[in-house]
């Protein structure tokens, strides 16, 4: 059964860079079926979408985030990781790493990790 | 702002039928995916597609389209469907993903 596991700090300086890595374990990242996202949700607040990657490198994101974010596999390790610049207090949020998979029927993620909370403060 | 529009919050009475729905000119070309999550919770995905329920979803959650809105209905709403749904697709573009700013459901 595949599954997915965000970690990195819990706490960030404003100004720092926020970095995460999502680890898959019970299936492979290289596979050629699936993208693989980052999706954050601030207390209290709705789901946004971050970006996704696939197991070749190529990346979409966010168009409000795409200053600031960089999304990487390593398909070695079956992980991939986000970084995110020059935070602030308003980047504060749950991010949660999810399969993601897209065809006739659309898109969908389908598999997520439980969730990471990640707090931008001082 | 979302390109994908959800009403805030919906009541329904248990046992009955409750319909959330999600607007965005995106869903005229793209199929809208929806989403359950409950507090403390990561989101669950509940409908895809057409009207696709992965494994484990009840058939009293079901999935329909018409012009630019996208809609999840609940027939025979049960304590246990109390929580937030989401709905996501493409946006305009098409190269890019969008949610909707969620609904919440209180089951009555």
């Known amino acids: 059964q595949l599954q997915l596991k965000e970690s990195g700090p819990g706490l960030v300086k404003p100004s720092e860079t926020l970095s995460l890595t999502c680890t898959v374990s019970g299936g492979s990242i290289s596979s050629s079926s699936y993208y693989w996202g980052w999706i954050r949700q601030p207390p209290g607040k709705g789901l946004e979408w971050i970006g996704i990657?696939?197991?070749?490198?190529?990346?979409y994101y966010n168009p409000s985030l795409k200053s600031r974010v960089t999304i990487s596999v390593d398909t070695s390790k079956n992980q991939f990781s986000l970084k995110l610049s020059s935070v602030t207090a308003a980047d504060t949020a749950v991010y949660y790493c999810a399969r993601h998979i897209t065809g006739d029927y659309g898109d969908a993620f389908d598999i997520w990790g439980q969730g990471t909370m990640v707090t931008v403060s001082s | 702002s979302s390109e994908l529009t959800q009403d805030p919050a919906v009541s329904v009475a248990l046992g009955q039928t409750v319909r959330i729905t999600c607007q965005g000119d995106s869903l005229r070309s793209y199929y809208a995916t929806w989403y359950q999550q409950k507090p403390g919770q990561a989101p669950v995905l509940v409908i895809y597609g057409k009207n696709n329920r992965p494994s484990g979803i009840p058939d009293r959650f079901s999935g329909s389209s018409s012009g630019n809105t996208a809609s999840l209905t609940i027939t025979g709403a049960q304590a246990e469907d109390e929580a937030g749904y989401y709905c996501?697709?493409?946006?305009?573009?098409?190269?890019?993903?969008?949610f909707g700013g969620g609904t919440k459901v209180t089951v009555l």
């Open positions: 996501n697709s493409r946006d305009s573009s098409g190269n890019h993903v969008v």
């Open positions: 990657i696939y197991y070749s490198g190529s990346t």
